[in-house]
């Protein structure tokens, strides 16, 4: 089922892109960039692509974000996304501020939304050890 959308199509967006492709859960990609929407829509033929967020957000068929923008942008887009009904991975950091983080934990806790934080290390081995 196609249920995600990637909010960043930047360096490590396009990982995030190619992965949930090829598990066939991906409905669509955001980014702010004209031309890093064509770069998808090449590789990608026939996916949905959009330069507003809220088109992911307002849409009942996606019911995931992954966000992988800019860290200043992490707050504020994962909490739109919860209170928009939507579970959210969102790449490190969640927020730039403590409280910020704190408010996406509870908020998504309110509205019973999954809300991961992204490391590529949390799986690691010696991490897990620790």
Known sequence: M???????????GKNLIRTFFQLEALAGVCDSHAGTLKEILAQYP??????????IFHNPGIEAV??????????????EAILNGKHVFVEKPMALVPE???????????????????????????????
């Not at 249920?3 to 199509?9: E, H, P």
């Not at 949905?48 to 088109?55: A, I, K, M, N």
């Not at 992954?66 to 909490?79: D, G, K, S």
């Open 2 to 12: 196609k249920n995600i959308a990637v909010l960043g199509a930047g360096a490590w």
């Open 46 to 55: 026939g996916l949905s692509v959009s330069g507003d967020p809220e088109e």
């Open 66 to 79: 992954v966000i992988a923008t800019p860290a200043a942008t992490h707050f504020r887009l994962a909490q």
């Open 100 to 130: 910020e983080g704190e408010k996406l934990v509870q908020l998504a806790q309110q509205k019973n939304r999954v809300l991961m934080v992204g490391h590529i290390l949390h799986y690691h081995n010696a991490c897990l050890k620790l």
